[in-house]
């Protein structure tokens, strides 16, 4: 009689909704989560909510978590997916993630049911921060990097920083997140590719316009790699601080693997950092690019 | 209570479960007790610094990942520095893993790491992104007893081997090694891999080649571990596919008495600690007090195997 079935394939001890956590002291660890909901908000994208254990809802802005997707296809997802947290509900006790369905591992969350559990590890990285000196920033975001720069504003808005967000997309019905910032009392500004207002010069406009009028204490990105050219360029022309959260393939999101490095430029010289461990957020200037 | 206690030759262990080089940092103290794992095993350190390969550093296959990294780090003398004072915050016998491009600078690197602070040199003889003359001596005899001799000569430390599972013949691999002085032998590093993308007809890691990590692995190194132990008698250390307590159940009836665990870590960061839960459960349902009783102890001595033994030693 051979002792293996489906179930023992991995030995995993996450904690479970409900049940005592063995490590309540440590940073991160690995939760099941119940989802909540997890509905389609536009064509392509969609909104997980989850009931979270109270250690994981500890997590910053900026911050992600690693995502064990299920299977989209019967073939095993190797690796965990990293993804940021689109909103923190402490009170309510929940997370939330704002994904757009892609590759394996999105397609595979896709099909995540209500009532049904999910495993997430996290919460990981280095987050957001705001000076306190800083009264006005700045948020330009694209497509699903919009979700990054959510629980940001929300930050600001705890800390009474105002928030002008530049939001952009492909097509107005991909313009996430607009009542998200307007509730915050965001000064809310759309720029898409279908009428051409995406287009740099257009969004370079703008800042410099936010620039003139005393609104950009600080620059904050996600999503799109010339939009965070442009800041880096008038951020050092104007001698505005900023902060962009990147991504990258990741395996261990822990620090040990070095699976997530990316280039960065710190004092003139090129050098590799691990996303998960010394971002996902990082200085502006310090950025390349990809 | 189950004795989960092991000794690879001079060094106790409380139980057989440490993580695989390269697949662990000190930084997983974020998310497990530390101080709950048999040993205590670094990344693999070069003398040099080095920024390691580019990216993609990762894909995944159909049956498991394959990775390319490279040996990024800052060096000996930053590891003695910097890293070694965080890996000794925690109890368990801490395991430093070396690479080098010479048997020269092997022995240099060991000579400079016999330090109090390191209880065990991992010798990483057998990068799979390195050539057998530039790394990854274990591919060939002779090489492994070169570089073997060199690195006994250069340290009183216990030496650990850790070999390919590229090479023709582990097993006379193997007993090369231990001829030449290893106190252990680490079986194995990763599958050297690749894979293509049919999208743009481009290998899929930076670094073209890649070692492949995955559960698929436990039945081919656990053969090997099998054949390695029957014929050496240093401890052997089996390292691939384990992600339960049964899997260390497996190597150690094979002849293994410890395992690494990589890629169970990467999946479930809380996997190594609750392997060794179900292991000490594993042990009291069956009324196992010792678990040092499951090495070797695999029940096939009416089996015929000489026929499987010789077709993979290449005999």
Known sequence: MQDFTASD?????????????????????????????????????????????????????????HLLCPTPDGAEVWMRRPMSIYRIDRAGGRLEFLYK???????????????????????????????????????????????????????????????AAILSARTPELLMSR??????????????????????????????????????????????????????????????????????????ALGACYICVRTFEVDGKRVLKRVCREGPVFDIQEAVGW | MVDLSIRIGDVDLANPVMPASGAFSWEYADVIDLNRLGGLVAKTICKEPRNGNPTPRMAETEAGIIQSIGLPGKGVYYF???????????????????????????????????????????????????????????????HTAKVMRDIRAATDHPVWAKLSPNAGDIVSIAVAAEEAGADALVIANTFLSLKIRTDNFRPALGNK??????????????????????????????IGGVTKAEDVVEYMLAGAHGVGIGYAGFRNPTALTAIIDDLQEWCEARGIERITDLIGAVRDDDMETDTLVAASAGV
């Open chain 1, 9 to 65: 394939k991995y030995t995993a001890a996450p904690v479970r909704l409900g049940e005592p956590d063995p490590y309540p002291d440590r940073v991160a660890g690995e939760f099941v989560c119940r989802v909540v909901s997890n509905d389609l908000v536009n064509e392509s994208n969609r909104l997980l909510v989850l009931d979270a254990p109270e250690r994981a809802l500890r997590a910053k802005a900026g911050q992600f978590f």
């Open chain 1, 101 to 163: 369905c892609e590759g394996r591992g999105t397609l595979g969350m896709s099909m995540l049911e209500p009532g049904g559990e999910f495993n997430i590890a996290g919460p990981l990285g280095i987050g957001f921060s705001l000076e306190p000196g800083w009264k006005n920033i700045v948020v330009l975001g694209r497509g699903v990097g919009l979700a990054t720069l959510a629980p940001l504003s929300q930050l600001a808005v705890e800390h009474d920083v105002k928030i």
């Open chain 1, 179 to 252: 009542d998200f910032f307007a509730e915050l009392g965001a000064e809310v500004m759309t720029v898409v590719d279908s009428d051409g207002s995406s287009a740099v010069e257009n969004v370079e406009a703008i800042l410099e316009g936010l620039i003139a009028d005393g609104k950009a204490d600080a620059f904050f990105t996600c999503g799109s790699n010339r939009l965070l050219m442009l800041m880096k360029r008038l951020g050092a022309a104007h001698g505005i601080p900023g902060q962009v959260a990147m991504e990258q393939l990741m395996c261990c």
């Open chain 2, 80 to 142: 003695l520095d910097n890293i070694v004072p965080e890996y000794k915050k925690f109890t368990p016998p801490f395991i430093a893993s070396i690479s080098a491009e010479t048997a020269d600078e092997f022995a240099e690197m060991c000579s400079i790491l016999s330090v109090p602070e390191i209880d065990v040199l991992e010798v990483n003889i057998s990068c799979p992104t390195r050539n057998a003359t530039g790394g990854n001596f274990s591919l060939h005899e002779e």
């Open chain 2, 209 to 238: 080649f890649g070692g492949l990590v995955s559960p698929a692995l436990k039945p081919i190194v656990l053969r090997m571990v099998y054949q390695v132990a029957k014929e050496v008698t240093v401890p052997v250390i089996g």
